[in-house]
């Protein structure tokens, strides 16, 4: 591509503005989402150089120093504004989060996103500091209360995605109108997202952006064994199970030896203490590290069998958006008689 087309694509890509680029200050309404053991500088950073909003993930880094060390390397990579991810997990031992939140108020990060639990007791201390929250939530009901609390942005993530889609089972075909109705403050939709078709589609059911988690797993930038990225590639949407369903803690991850044999020993009337050995997040992490796909449980969503390459993350995210103008100009507008 030349230069003059180069231009004229950077361009382009600036036209899809939202309730959502404008609150939060990105160019793009695309989101990387904060995943454990993937959120990283190199990706974060990557993205959000691309003009969409990279976030890396807090609880990856064992501790409130190593995340300070880590925003350094992104800072080191980008000059644009990229976040932070707060999973807050209802946990016996709870990471030092006080720590956490002041590592990011140190850095100067202006965007958080919140997970798992309520976003309340971590608001005020963000927005003293001029930190804006979106918040990821699986429900209508829950993102109405994290609207009452006071977060600046709401992502609602559909039965579709990777990690924990709550236990209402809503794809986002509904989940995204029914949270529109709602919602007054910018919404991003989660689950299934993969090309600029499902940024037109998410804007068309009345989200302002778009957040991808198992999509930008799959780029260059992202840091996981090559494997990994090469079963993305070769998987389909059918490639997934859900996993702790009897516990009411739904996870959807990789179709594999492991979870599947979680998913029978809890179906016979196993406990959490019968599939610790086998869920646990050491074994986990050694999928991404090694590759060896066998080796836990990891995370992956049906957008799986829409990923077909393995681009850049400013490919990506240029991709997307060009594709989802074009679709816009070309194929919808030609709709109308």
Known sequence: MDAARKHIRRERESLIRTRFTEAFGVEHPIVQGGMQWVGRAE??????????????????????????????????????????NLTILP?????????????????????????????????????????????????????????????????????ECAGHPGEDDI?????????????????????????GRGLVAALALGADGINMGSRFMCTAESPIHQKVKDAIVAGNERGTE????????????????????????????????????????????????TGDLEAGIWWIGTAMGLIDDIPTAGELVSRIVSDAEDLIRSRLAGAIA
């Open 43 to 84: 990706l974060a950073a990557a993205v959000s150089e691309a003009g969409g909003l990279g976030l890396i993930t807090a609880l990856t880094q064992p501790t409130p120093a190593d995340l300070a060390d880590e925003i350094a390397r992104a800072r080191d990579l980008t000059a644009k504004p990229f976040g932070v």
């Open 91 to 159: 946990t016996i031992n709870p990471p030092p989060y006080d720590e956490y939140r002041q590592v990011i108020v140190d850095a100067g990060i202006k965007i958080v996103e919140t997970a798992g639990s309520n976003p309340g007791p971590h608001l005020p201390m963000f927005h003293d500091n001029g930190i804006k929250v979106l918040h990821k939530c699986t429900s209508v009901r829950h993102a109405v209360k994290a609207q009452s609390l006071g977060v600046d942005g709401i992502s609602i993530d559909g039965f």
């Open 171 to 195: 794809p986002g075909l509904v989940l995204i109108p029914a949270a529109a109705k709602e919602i007054e403050i910018p919404m991003i939709a989660s689950g299934g997202f993969a090309d």
């Open 242 to 289: 859900l996993i702790f369903r009897t516990l009411r803690n739904t996870g959807r991850v990789a179709s594999n030896t492991i979870s599947r044999e979680v998913v029978d020993i809890l179906d016979k009337g196993g406990q959490f203490e019968d599939i610790a050995h086998l869920v646990s997040g050491k074994r986990g992490v050694k999928v991404y590290e």
